[in-house]
């Protein structure tokens, strides 16, 4: 089975949040279920600079404002489309925005672009090459839907994973004219949303399954509250809504051989873990004793509760535990952690900013992470928690209720507790969660049965390839129906 995938990030190429995870490791998932994945990426420079060997596949002489080709090429295992167009993607910043964090202004084109790509692809662009499948991701490559819709590949089976909903490329109505589709995909059931053009309501509407990175957010965006404006659609589309929650590279992350760790470990030698503490303790300017650090590794937005945890950091403090920090994101929110680190010199930390390195470090060295978002589509940082033997406090939303089992009395009791929830959007109910994690750490039997249980979850990607190879195939058989 020959699926193409249209993706703005792949891991480890770029990446900016879990989408780039989920578009890197879904390919070498499905690679042993009978799936040849093919991924369509834009030519951003890191991504130019990491292409050894290309070969060109397709040329464009003129794509929305310049020269274009589409290099194939191999890259860690990985078999890429680049879309090397320098007038769209060869500039200095981030994928989306400039290094100040300004959005490009013509995102829109940049990403019709990659769209418009796609879809000639799945229509036979590229000799000797027609997926069975297209497989797009959130709304920067939501419109390949809509140009197959409206093109050669209009027959070809599709679906689109929806990896945060809040994020749905809206922009105006003056904008279709240069779009190059046909007058009437202008319209409710098109690509139309608010009398302006919406990239991922088109990928909604044109989509033949829609998934989501877990079960519950499947749910959850079907009311208002997490629709973000679109669950009356999703709730249309009803019975083409999957959730499928997400896995991770257990290569990886693996604290047993992770070259990140000053030391590394098993759920059998749990005690290594203290040379990782020591180094976090360092790192975080913590002071040194038997109290459970809790960390964050996050964006520090509005999203991820950020501000919710720095409004009670100091009952957390009260409360006995430590906290360590790492993020970026908004300002005031950066400004109340470092804040708060200045109240309590030796027991909060905050480091501004993104370390790969170090994040693993706090995973191996930690006691338990937090997790306070508001909603929460699947999660990834609660994965390694329960991998690496740090214990996922996190919110009851999305993916985040989906892979922590709560260590209530019951499921102390009967071993199967990973970590624990709370209610989402509740300073109380937060703090209610560190009280019970600080009486559980209190319990050394009760605490290393909660991270050895954790670390027996299978959070890898084979069950959840399983589940989007069942949907190819149901795809498929409607298809051939």
Known sequence: MQVLSVTPEIFPLVKTGGLADVAGALPVALAGKGVAMRSLVP??????????????????????????????????????????????????????????????????????????????????????????????????????????RYGKAVG??????????????????????ELGLPAQAMSLDGVEYYGGVGYLKAGLQAAWAITTVSPTYAQEIRVPEFGMGLDGLINLRAADLHG???????DIWNPATDKHLVSTYSAETLGKRIANRAAVEERFNLAKDDSPIICVVSR????????????????????????????????????????????????????????????????GGCDAIIIPSRFEPCGLTQLYGLRYGCVPLVARTGGLADTIIDAN?????????????????????????????????????????????????????????????????????????
């Open 244 to 250: 499928i929650v997400n896995g991770i590279d257990v």
């Open 43 to 148: 030519g951003y420079p890191v991504v130019m600079n990491a292409l050894k060997k290309k070969k060109a596949a397709a040329t464009y002489q003129a794509l929305y404002g310049g020269k274009a080709t589409v290099q194939a090429a191999q890259v860690d295992g990985l078999d890429l489309l680049v879309l090397d167009a320098p007038h769209l993607f060869d500039r200095v910043g981030g994928p989306y925005g400039d290094a100040n964090g300004r959005d490009w202004q013509d995102n829109w084109r940049r990403f019709a672009a990659l769209s418009r790509v796609g879809g000639d692809i799945a229509g036979g662009g590229i000799d000797g090459y027609k997926p069975d499948i297209v497989h797009a991701h959130d709304w920067q490559a939501a419109m390949t839907l809509a140009y197959m």
């Open 156 to 177: 070809t089976p599709s679906l689109i994973t929806v990896h945060n909903l809040a994020f749905q490329g809206q922009f105006g109505a003056g904008i279709f004219g």
């Open 300 to 363: 520090l937005t509005w999203q991820k509760g950020i501000d919710i945890l720095a409004a009670v950091a100091d009952s957390v403090v009260a409360a006995g535990a430590r906290l360590a920090v790492l993020g970026s994101g908004d300002p005031g929110l950066e400004g109340a952690l470092l804040a708060a680190a200045a109240r309590h010199r030796g027991r909060i930390g905050t480091v501004i900013g993104y370390d790969e390195a170090l994040s693993h470090v706090m995973q």
């Open 409 to 481: 009395e019951a499921a102390v009791a009967a071993g199967a507790a990973t970590g624990f929830q709370f209610a989402a959007n509740s300073g109380d109910a937060m703090l209610h969660a560190v009280h019970r994690l600080m009486q559980a750490h209190g319990n050394a039997g009760v605490w290393n049965s909660i991270q050895r249980q954790g670390m027996k979850a299978d959070v890898s990607w084979d069950r959840s390839a399983e589940k989007y190879v069942e949907l190819y195939r149901s795809l498929l058989a409607r298809k051939v129906a």
